[in-house]
């Protein structure tokens, strides 16, 4: 059985950082992903990596601010934020798909975990 185990949430000021883990078990993964859903928005997509970490993708409203990485030996995904802003606050959710390609499609992906609360405070 998969399973998706974030943490590193947490309430933070404007113009902090944090560093989001997402911890994969029960298999190897393939592209793996990060969105989010903020009170009352749609979840939207956050930032994307393939397999093997050398493509990435992300949304504009994070590019340059956020980076994604991974290490397939922990079989565990990153998500670096820097330069938080009001507007980064939501639910922050990690997402796996167990083929080749990377999406921003949330419908691309297999699985899900439960989400860390991240709450930047201006």
């Known amino acids: 059985q998969v399973q998706l185990v974030e943490s590193g949430g947490g309430l933070v000021q404007a113009g902090g950082s944090l560093r989001l883990s997402c911890a994969a078990s029960?298999?190897?993964?393939?592209?793996m992903g990060w969105f989010r859903r903020a009170p009352g928005k749609e979840r939207e997509f956050v930032a994307t990596v393939s397999w093997n970490g050398r493509t990435t993708d992300y949304a504009d409203s994070v590019k340059g601010r956020f980076t994604i990485s991974r290490d397939n030996a922990k079989n565990t995904v990153y998500l670096q934020m820097n330069s938080l802003k009001p507007e980064d606050t939501a639910v922050y959710y990690c997402?796996?798909?167990?083929?080749?390609?990377?999406?921003?499609?949330?419908?691309?992906?297999?699985?899900w975990g439960q989400g860390t609360q991240v709450t930047v405070s201006s």
């Open positions: 029960g298999r190897a993964m393939y592209t």
């Open positions: 997402a796996a798909r167990l083929s080749l390609g990377v999406y921003r499609n949330y419908e691309a992906y297999d699985y």
